[in-house]
C-alpha cells in the first residue's frame, strides 16, 4: 500500500519526460492566418461559425465580403455591411486585413470609371478602418500594408486594389466561349490594372525588409485560361506585376486572391523563379458546378463553400489547408 503513491508519482515523471521529448523533436509552434472572399449577406451565415472555431491569428478579406452591386445604393450597401456586421466573429479572427473586389466596389466587374466609387470607399473604411491594425492606407482607394513580426519571422501583408483604378477591360466576342467567357487580353498599354500612384506605392513597399511577403489581389494573378476577371486581361499590367516582386527587396513571396467562387492552387515559373498564388472564394458563394482545370492549376479546384487557413510556423510558410461550411478540411498543400 505504501508503494501505491509512490508508483503514481513515478507515471507522473514518466509522463512529464514524455511530453519533454515530444517538445524536443521539434514540434513547432504556429500562426494560423484565414483567408476568404465572396460572402454574400443575404445568404447563410454557418461558415463563419467554422471559421470563429478553428483558432485563427488573423483573417484577410479578399473581396466581395458583402454583395451590393446589384441596385447600388448607399442605404444597399450600408444594409449589406450591416448584416455582415452581424454575422462575423471579429473577436476570434485576430488580425486582420482587407482589400475589396467588385460587389462591394458596387459595380460587377467595375473599374476606375464607376462614378459612385468614392461613395463606396468612404463606406469600405467605415466598416474595416477601425477593425484592420494596417501601418499605412490609401486615401484614394483601399490599398494598404501592415508588417507583422510571426514566429521570428517579419512578415508583410500588402493589400492591392484592383477596382478603383483599373482601366476598360475588352469584351469577349463570343459570351461563354471556354477560356474567353466574358474577356480577351486587352493588348492596350494605356489601361492600367493599379494606377500609377499605386504602382509607385506597391514598388516602395516591395524594396521594405521583410522576410515574407504576402499580397493580397482581389483577382486572380497567376491562373491563366480562362476568360473572367484576372490580372492575364491586362497582359502588360500582369507583366509589370511579376517584374516587379522579381525585384523585391528579398523574402519569400506567396500570392492569395479571391474572386472565383472557387479554391485552388496556381504556379508558373518566371525569369528563374517560381510564383506560388493560393485562391480561397466562395465563403458561401462557390461554384459548385465547376470542373474548370487550368494550365497553370495544381490539382482540382475546391468546389464548395469553404475558407483557407495558411500556417507559417518557425521554418516559414507552411501550408494552406482548406475547410468546409463546417470546419472539416477538404484539402491542403505544403508550401516549403
Not at 466598416?127 to 501592415?146: C, H, I, K, L, S
Not at 486587352?186 to 509607385?200: C, F, I, V
Request: with cysteine; charged share 25%.
Amino acid at each position: 500500500m505504501v508503494l501505491y503513491p509512490f508508483a503514481v508519482g513515478v507515471k507522473k515523471v514518466r509522463w512529464l519526460f514524455f511530453i519533454l521529448w515530444i517538445h524536443s523533436l521539434g514540434v513547432a509552434a504556429e500562426t494560423r492566418i484565414g483567408l476568404g472572399s465572396c460572402f454574400n449577406q443575404e445568404k447563410n451565415h454557418s461558415i463563419w461559425n467554422a471559421i470563429g472555431d478553428v483558432g485563427l491569428d488573423g483573417f484577410l478579406f479578399l473581396g466581395d465580403n458583402v454583395y451590393a452591386s446589384r441596385g447600388f445604393s448607399r442605404d444597399r450597401l450600408m444594409s449589406a455591411y450591416a448584416r455582415a456586421d452581424a454575422a462575423i466573429p471579429w473577436d476570434r479572427l485576430g488580425v486582420i486585413q482587407a482589400t475589396w473586389d467588385d460587389h462591394d466596389f458596387g459595380q460587377n466587374d467595375g473599374g476606375a470609371s464607376f462614378s459612385q466609387k468614392s461613395l463606396s470607399l468612404s463606406l469600405f473604411w467605415q466598416f474595416f478602418g477601425p477593425r484592420m491594425e494596417a501601418t499605412q492606407v490609401a486615401p484614394d482607394g483601399v490599398y494598404n500594408v501592415n508588417k507583422r513580426t510571426i514566429e521570428g519571422h517579419e512578415v508583410q501583408f500588402i493589400a492591392l486594389d484592383t477596382r478603383s483604378f483599373r482601366g476598360r477591360l475588352k469584351p469577349t466576342l463570343v459570351r461563354n466561349k471556354p477560356g474567353a467567357e466574358r474577356y480577351m487580353p486587352n493588348s492596350d498599354t494605356d489601361q492600367s490594372m493599379l494606377g500609377e500612384a499605386q504602382w509607385k506605392w506597391f514598388e516602395e513597399q516591395l524594396q521594405a525588409p521583410a522576410d515574407i511577403r504576402i499580397v493580397m489581389s482581389s483577382i486572380q494573378v497567376i491562373a491563366e485560361g480562362h476568360g473572367w476577371e484576372r490580372w492575364g486581361n491586362l497582359p502588360h499590367e500582369r507583366k509589370r506585376l511579376l517584374d516587379l516582386l522579381r525585384r523585391r527587396s528579398q523574402g519569400d513571396l506567396l500570392l492569395v486572391s479571391g474572386d472565383r467562387h472557387i479554391g485552388g492552387v496556381y504556379q508558373i515559373e518566371y525569369a528563374g523563379e517560381r510564383f506560388t498564388e493560393i485562391t480561397s472564394s466562395g465563403l458561401n458563394m462557390a461554384w459548385t458546378r465547376s470542373d474548370e482545370y487550368l494550365p497553370n492549376q495544381i490539382g482540382v479546384p475546391v468546389r464548395e463553400d469553404h475558407f483557407a487557413v495558411l500556417s507559417i510556423d518557425n521554418g516559414g510558410l507552411d501550408k494552406v489547408v482548406w475547410h468546409d461550411n463546417k470546419g472539416s478540411p477538404i484539402t491542403s498543400f505544403k508550401l516549403n
